[in-house]
């Protein structure tokens, strides 16, 4: 009796109608994982990837219920939801979370991101996630969670250095992100003097240009393609993608797969993917947009039967494995 509807519901009303509340975050929602009753397992049993695309539709069913109820009683209060980072992209599909769904009930998406325990692996985690979770179209600006060191509490995971979190703040502000910084205790009892000065400086910048910052649209010509199906392999081509990308300093932007069923977005005039198991109906838009004088690049160990077609290559297995691939044959650039 205290969980879901019947209790969240009536708690945000009276948050919303009696205390003058703006907005409410959902802080680490779902983040148990997955849990089955009876029903659902006789539902569903055996049929994994049924009972997945059932729970990310029941998820979002629920939020988007919270997100009606907020509203009725004020329009404009946000309704904030947590998701992982782009380093665990995988995590949240395990879970059931479905950004792009979720997005349609949260006002605003939160990634948490640049932990000391993934600083050896990125030093672009958190515009990496704040590009990822832009491109899920949430009504709000996305934001990233930047946590400040507190050896007090025993979070040492977060005891980066004043210069890196500055770092993580100005390139989250770069991709169009705003901060949530919990500072874990009074801002006073930092054992790092230069924290409070940092911290100072990062929002005086965003007070300073708040008009700028809160109407930041994306304007890059290259896009780079999350793809509908994330297993680790790819999921490790695609954030090696992202880091050739910034190396290279190409402004980029991220589309998810199922976005591309409709068409390429305006101003896109190169696609960025690594296939895997690519939908047929995105690769006819890519061709699309190929014929039409866009570049396309794939870049990926495997390759199903959809891409081979559109890349004009015979399979003789189910998949394909190559170092590389000169389709020669082909009308437009690859």
């Not at 009876?38 to 939020?63: P, S």
């Not at 507190?150 to 004043?162: C, V």
């Not at 570049?295 to 190559?322: Q, T, W, Y």
């Amino acid at each position: 009796g205290y969980q879901n509807e019947a209790f969240a519901i009536p708690v945000m009303e009276e948050l919303l109608n009696d205390y003058g509340v703006d907005g409410i975050h959902l802080n680490a929602l779902g983040f148990r994982g997955i849990y089955r009753d009876k029903r659902t397992l006789q539902a569903y049993a055996g049929a994994e990837t049924d009972f997945m695309r059932w729970r990310e539709h029941m998820a979002a069913k629920q939020i988007i219920g919270f997100r009606e109820a907020i509203h009725r009683c004020n329009p404009e209060a946000l309704l904030m939801g947590e998701l992982a980072g782009i380093h665990s992209v995988g995590w949240a599909e395990r879970r059931g979370w479905n950004p792009k769904l979720l997005a349609r009930g949260y006002t605003n998406l939160l990634n948490t991101s640049g932990r000391i325990d993934s600083v050896h692996e990125s030093r672009w985690w958190p515009g990496l996630s704040a590009k990822l979770i832009t491109a899920a179209n949430a009504d709000g600006t996305p934001l990233i969670n930047l946590k400040m060191q507190h050896r007090q509490y025993g979070f040492l995971d977060f005891l980066i250095s004043p210069a890196l979190y500055k770092l993580n703040a100005y390139q989250s502000i770069a991709n169009g992100a705003g901060l949530k910084t919990p500072t874990l205790g009074l801002i006073g009892n930092k054992d790092d003097p230069r924290t409070s000065p940092v911290l100072a400086e990062i929002f005086g910048f965003m007070k300073a240009h708040e008009e700028l910052l809160s109407a930041t649209k994306q304007l890059a010509p290259v896009a780079l393609v999350v793809p509908g199906k994330m297993d680790e392999t790819v999921h490790q081509e695609f954030i090696g993608l992202a880091h050739m990308l910034i190396e290279r300093h190409v402004l980029f932007r991220m589309i998810y797969e199922e976005d591309l069923q409709k068409s390429v977005p305006d101003g896109v005039s190169a696609v960025v993917l690594c296939a895997g198991e690519t939908d047929s109906r995105v690769l006819e838009k890519i061709g699309s947009f190929a014929q039409q004088g866009g570049r396309v690049l794939v870049i990926s160990s495997k390759i199903d039967e959809n891409m081979a077609k559109l890349l004009g290559i015979r399979m003789d297995d189910e998949m394909l494995e190559a170092n590389y691939i000169l389709a020669e044959k082909l009308d437009w650039d690859l």
